[in-house]
């Protein structure tokens, strides 16, 4: 655990798909964030998110999730 800060684990995901009229709908991602302790032994969870694919793929970039949620994420923290 040494070698990283924080671990996302996706727990449950819904593709992107088309619908009837062929439009494009958004994929839905529910995944948990932990932060490696200060002792580098355990995980600590941060918490569980649901949000679609388009803003899980922009969190992984950036490190920033968008959204109302009881536990904003920002892991650019220092």
Do not use: C
Not at 19 to 39: I, R, Y
């Amino acid at each position: 655990m040494k070698h990283f800060k924080f671990r996302v684990e996706v727990v449950r995901a819904t593709p992107n798909d088309l619908d009837s009229d062929n439009l494009f709908q958004d994929g839905w991602v529910t995944f948990t964030v932990s932060e490696t302790s200060k002792d580098e032994i355990r995980l600590n969870k941060l918490g569980q998110y649901s949000v679609t694919q388009t803003d899980f793929v922009d969190f992984l970039k950036n490190g920033r999730l968008k959204g109302n949620f009881d536990y904003p994420l920002d892991l650019t923290r220092g």
